[in-house]
T-cell receptor
Framework: NAGVTQTPKFRILKIGQSMTLQCAQD?????MYWYRQDPGMGLKLIYY???????DKGEVPNGYNVSRSTTEDFPLRLELAAPSQTSVYFC????????????FGPGTRLTVL | TQLLEQSPQFLSIQEGENLTVYCNSS?????LQWYRQEPGEGPVLLVT?????EVKKLKRLTFQFGDARKDSSLHITAAQPGDTGLYLC?????????FGAGTRLTVKP
């Protein structure tokens, strides 16, 4: 199993540009999450999904959109990129439930100039 | 404002020393997890605690969940350079997860 994969690994955007961060998992997990991690900080939840067709906002959803058309894929869309969105983005998946142990991808490092 | 407060923020110790880091919240969680993150990588789960008062051991690491399920501690015995990393606690809500800011541990040889 590949686990959770993310593409691209690195990206530089200009202010106002848009892009989609890709995330896929092959563990048949229902739950998927997007986090951002700013330098020296923990993770902030952007959006999450408990199954295909269902998404919910996390702590910091402004400036982002998500969709979940399949169990495997959970792309994160940035519209009109801003310097404040410079961060490392992590996707994670889990089975949910009381334990809800999360498996993380390797991250995408995004810089907005 | 962090829902989960971790302390200390930074910790630098010598190999062989013992240490304890803390994760505190005013909220009750259905479970609490500890992760370790190394530079350039995603967090990796160390342990999940579910029951108030629960203690779990993972080799030299001992994890405790508070009786009220609001706080947790991680104790490392005889720290080694390989323990260096960012230690994150995370609380499980209804369907989402909230992370603390982490404790950055450096163990010097």
């Amino acid at each position: 199993n590949a686990g959770v994969t993310q593409t691209p690994k690195f990206r530089i955007l200009k202010i106002g540009q848009s892009m989609t961060l890709q995330c896929a998992q092959d563990m048949n997990h229902n739950y998927m999450y997007w986090y951002r991690q700013d330098p020296g900080m923990g993770l902030k939840l952007i959006y999450y999904s408990v199954g295909a067709g269902i998404t919910d906002k996390g702590e910091v959803p402004n400036g982002y959109n998500v969709s979940r058309s399949t169990t495997e894929d959970f792309p994160l869309r940035l519209e009109l990129a801003a310097p404040s969105q410079t961060s490392v983005y992590f996707c994670a998946s889990s089975r949910g439930g009381a334990y809800n142990e999360q498996f993380f991808g390797p991250g995408t490092r995004l810089t907005v100039l | 404002t962090q829902l989960l407060e971790q302390s200390p923020q930074f910790l630098s110790i010598q190999e062989g020393e013992n240490l304890t880091v803390y994760c505190n919240s005013s909220s009750v969680f259905s479970s609490l997890q500890w992760y370790r993150q190394e530079p350039g990588e995603g967090p990796v789960l160390l342990v999940t605690v579910v029951t108030g008062g629960e203690v779990k051991k993972l080799k030299r690491l001992t994890f405790q969940f508070g009786d009220a399920r609001k706080d947790s501690s991680l104790h490392i015995t005889a720290a080694q350079p390989g323990d260096t990393g960012l230690y994150l606690c995370a609380g499980a809500g209804n369907n989402d997860m909230r992370f603390g800011a982490g404790t950055r541990l450096t163990v010097k040889p």
